[in-house]
T-cell receptor, first 113, second 113 residues
């Protein structure tokens, strides 16, 4: 059974450019979470969805960040425009309804120059 | 602001020793607690969950929970060099929107052979 899939695995871009991160949750999981991890701030929850609906986006740092989940098998996290302080590892995780265990994808390592 | 606190370490133990990792949390109503292990450059993976006061054992790992003191710990017996990783404590937080995990910044464990 495939785990959470994220793409790209690495992204290097210049300040001001748009960045789109993608995630495919585990089939049958109905909750999806986007996290950002840095040395300074640790693993921070940005936003999460239940049944494709955004439930809590209080962790989204600024209006430059947006996330969508158009269907049960795909989600995007977009940063526009990107800034150097957005450099981090972005993880997507999914969870099955009624369970509390979250399964993480491999992450996208983003570097904004 | 609900918080999860961990000593960042590094915690260094010799092979075969017991490693003790600690975590405190601020939300008194939290009911579910988790320990994730994260190897360098990899994604977090769940190793233990605990819901009731007391101890829960799984192989060389024991999770301990004290809700009155808002304290969770992880003991690793017979530590091995392969246990060298960052250990993240996570607490399930419920609010009006739903439930999500809040993570500590992690404790780095180094087991020397």
């Amino acid at each position: 059974d495939a785990g959470v899939i994220q793409s790209p695995r690495h992204e290097v871009t210049e300040m001001g450019q748009e960045v789109t991160l993608r995630c495919k949750p585990i089939s049958g999981h109905n909750s999806l979470f986007w996290y950002r991890q840095t040395m300074m701030r640790g693993l921070e929850l940005l936003i999460y969805f239940n049944n494709n609906v955004p439930i809590d986006d209080s962790g989204m740092p600024e209006d430059r960040f947006s996330a969508k989940m158009p269907n049960a098998s795909f989600s995007t996290l977009k940063i526009q425009p990107s800034e150097p302080r957005d450099s981090a590892v972005y993880f997507c995780a999914s969870r099955k309804q009624g369970r509390e265990t979250q399964y993480f994808g491999p992450g996208t390592r983003l570097l904004v120059l | 602001q609900k918080e999860v606190e961990q000593n960042s370490g590094p915690l260094s133990v010799p092979e075969g020793a017991i490693a003790s990792l600690n975590c405190t949390y601020s939300d008194r109503v939290s009911q579910s607690f988790f320990w994730y292990r994260q190897y360098s450059g990899k994604s977090p993976e769940l190793i233990m969950s605990i819901y009731s006061n007391g101890d829960k054992e799984d192989g060389r790992f024991t999770a301990q929970l004290n809700k009155a003191s808002q304290y969770v710990s992880l003991l690793i017996r017979d530590s091995q060099p392969s246990d060298s990783a960052t250990y993240l404590c996570a607490v399930n937080i419920k609010n009006q929107a739903g439930t999500a995990l809040i993570f500590g910044k992690g404790t780095t464990l180094s087991v020397s052979s």
